[in-house]
């Protein structure tokens, strides 16, 4: 991860709780990654991951109407991206997930933020959930 690098960036982003701010979400993930020349290569794979993240955070609490919260830390060997949310959660013990049925409609958030990023840790509780995600450079 990239706690043994140094600290150059921290972005952050306030997500309303709809879908149609995910657009939003990628364009500030972009902007913030662009300076970093190291980052380039992981660009989309954080995008999409990101993503999902955030699409899970919003479509698993329906009626919470509380902002998805989205923090971008960038360090010199990786990058860090905070999702939080006050919603009920899920267990962590299914992460890893295992590859979804290629016929299902959806389920495939969690396997894919698992597949394109290096590390996922979740943090959940009754004050809401916090997916961290890193890719390493």
């Known amino acids: 991860m990239g706690n043994s690098g140094r600290l150059l960036k921290v972005s952050r982003y306030t997500l309303e709780p709809a879908t149609c701010g995910l657009a939003v979400v990628r364009e500030f993930l972009k902007v913030t990654l662009t300076p970093f020349p190291l980052a380039q290569p992981h660009v989309h794979d954080v995008l999409s991951a990101t993503h999902e993240a955030c699409k899970n955070a919003i479509e698993h609490n329906p009626g919470v109407e509380h902002p998805v919260e989205v923090t971008c830390k960038m360090f010199a ?61």
Do not use: Q, Y
């Not at 409609?105 to 959940?124: E, H, K, M, Q, Y």
């Open 77 to 137: 060997d990786a990058v860090v991206v905070e999702v939080s949310d006050k919603g009920a959660g899920f267990d962590p013990g299914v992460l890893p997930p295992p590859p979804p049925d290629p016929m299902a409609p959806a389920g495939r958030g969690l396997f894919l933020i698992c597949s394109l990023l290096d590390n996922v840790d979740v943090d959940t509780g009754r004050n809401g959930t916090r997916v961290t995600m890193s890719k390493r450079f």
